[in-house]
């Protein structure tokens, strides 16, 4: 991971970031080594994909909604990192938690609360059909609406229905023509 920064910035914002060592970016950097180790490259592929992903939704839905950006950003980044990096998706969204705390306690990126905060969104977001605090809330929503943005003809699954109706209405998104199951 040597050079990391100088790589990345050559890459995002057309290389004109002046600051990128930030905790976002401290926190992609510890993550993108666990998901380079992975020896499955499809399982690899699904990683990054999906947190990144979840990740990027987080900062789109945290900002609409007035809520810590950085925090929710850094949340999406963690969220199911235990399920890929274990390659085990047994109680999941627990164990998930017990990761993240670990690893934020290991780079001292955040305060006891901003832990808290994430663990606890981390700890909730399979709980779909429970509605927890706005934070939790946001990284739930995020999951759901990675899940239809990676490709919208995919049907939705049973479980994300609700929530991705009441997305799609929040942010004025009138659903794609060949999505059956909003017609
Ligand atoms: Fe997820």
Not at 160 to 177: D, S
């Amino acid at each position: 991971m040597e050079n990391y920064f100088e790589k990345i910035k050559k890459y995002l914002h057309n290389g004109h970031a002046k600051e990128m060592d930030n905790r976002i970016e401290r926190l992609r950097m510890y993550i993108d080594e666990i998901l380079l180790d992975m020896k499955d490259t499809q399982e690899r592929r699904c990683g990054y994909l999906h947190l990144y992903g979840v990740s990027q939704t987080c900062a789109f839905i945290a900002l609409k909604r007035n809520q810590d950006v950085e925090l929710a950003t850094m949340a999406g980044m963690l969220h199911d990192l235990h399920s890929y990096k274990t390659q085990n998706t047994d109680k999941h969204a627990e164990q998930g938690a017990v990761l993240a705390r670990q690893i934020l306690e290991e780079l001292s990126l955040t305060n006891e609360n901003e832990t808290d905060l994430i663990c606890s969104a981390i700890r909730n977001h399979s709980s779909k059909a429970i509605v927890h605090s706005a934070f939790d809330e946001v990284l739930k929503d995020a999951d759901v609406l990675q899940h239809y943005v990676y490709n919208p003809l995919f049907p939705v699954m049973e479980h994300e229905k609700n929530r991705l109706q009441n997305l799609l209405t929040e942010f004025g998104i009138k659903p794609h023509q060949n999505d059956y199951e909003y017609r």
